[in-house]
């Protein structure tokens, strides 16, 4: 289990570094773009792609951040007042591989929860890690 450490702050944020969420948060298509792409989950880790200039007062908002979601490399845009204080520091980014047997056991409980997603009233409307509600 990743040990996580202190919370975004405008003083930490420097490219290359990254960050687990504690809350879910929105992801957006450019740093200025109403386009929803996206929806981030509560515990899924991001590393910033570019430094956030310092001399931008922390309580501005609508700012937004560029970040590549570890678990899948999905590129979008976060805005800074969700994250702040809602991401800690988290180490470098270890995907687990599964072998193809823990695959094969994983297909059971899949499929069942693809059954039990199929009977629900939900309309999609785009693909994202969070499944319907």
Known sequence: MTRLGAPMTIET???????????PVNGFAGPVSKELITQVSAG???????DFPKHI???????????????????C???LSSV???????????????????????IPDVLFW?????????KYLWGGTIGPH
């Open 84 to 106: 702040l204080s809602h991401a800690f520091k988290r180490g470098p980014w270890q995907p687990k591989l599964l072998k193809k047997d823990q695959i094969q056991d994983r």
């Open 44 to 50: 899924r880790s991001f590393e910033l792609l570019n």
């Open 57 to 75: 007062h922390q309580k501005k908002f609508g700012l937004r951040l560029k970040v590549r979601l570890l678990e899948d490399g999905y590129k």
């Open 77 to 79: 845009w976060l805005e």
């Open 13 to 23: 944020m420097f490219a290359g570094t990254c960050w687990q969420l504690c809350t």
């Open 114 to 122: 693809l059954k039990k997603a199929a009977k629900k009233d939900n």
